[in-house]
């Protein structure tokens, strides 16, 4: 996968971009169906799902360093998703949310895509209390407390 994302830096770069933003991975062992799935019953984030998260994020910011030695003239910037989204899950009530561990649609463990929508049996009325809007994706509240984040990790694609 770093390999990708070099390659692909490489040819944008090669295109004429000198900008670019990638994103490390999210705490994939907190997600709800990531902890339905592989919690063992548990209500907690599963630690091994996380640890290689961490780990593809170490790298990948190593990778990060390597390609703006490489490459002359290169803002890249590696937007950290893992932290804010960890601290969202971990400490919901900081910001306002009341529910981390399901998700607003269905039962909130594990229906995502299509089976998610506002007539799906069991979606919840009120969205904006929940971290997640599926069992994989943050809920358009959260992904606005994620987007300033991003946008104040990005201030050196700008300046």
């Known amino acids: 996968m770093l390999i990708s994302v070099a390659i692909n830096v490489q040819n944008l770069y090669d295109l004429g971009a000198r900008r670019i933003g990638v994103t490390t991975l999210p705490p994939t062992g907190c997600l709800p169906a990531a902890i339905t799935l592989f919690g063992r019953g548990t209500n907690k984030c599963v630690a091994k799902l996380n640890k290689d998260a961490i780990s593809f994020n170490k790298k990948l910011n190593r990778t990060?360093?390597?390609?703006?030695?490489?490459?002359?003239?290169?803002?890249l910037v590696?937007?950290?998703?893992?932290?804010?989204?960890?601290?969202?899950?971990?400490?919901?009530?900081?910001?306002?949310?009341?529910?981390?561990?399901?998700?607003?649609?269905?039962?909130?463990?594990?229906?995502?895509s299509f089976l998610c929508n506002a007539r799906s049996i069991g979606t919840?009325?009120?969205?904006?209390?929940?971290?997640?809007?599926?069992?994989?994706?943050?809920?358009?509240?959260?992904?606005?407390?994620?987007?300033?984040?991003?946008?104040e990790q990005g201030f050196d694609l700008i300046s």
Do not use: M
């Open 64 to 75: 990060s360093q390597k390609l703006k030695s490489k490459l002359p003239g290169i803002k």
């Open 78 to 112: 590696v937007f950290d998703i893992y932290q804010p989204l960890f601290d969202l899950i971990t400490k919901p009530a900081e910001s306002g949310f009341f529910e981390s561990r399901k998700a607003c649609c269905g039962t909130g463990t594990l229906e995502t």
């Open 124 to 151: 919840c009325s009120n969205a904006t209390n929940y971290v997640f809007w599926d069992g994989f994706h943050p809920s358009q509240s959260a992904n606005e407390k994620l987007a300033q984040s991003l946008l």
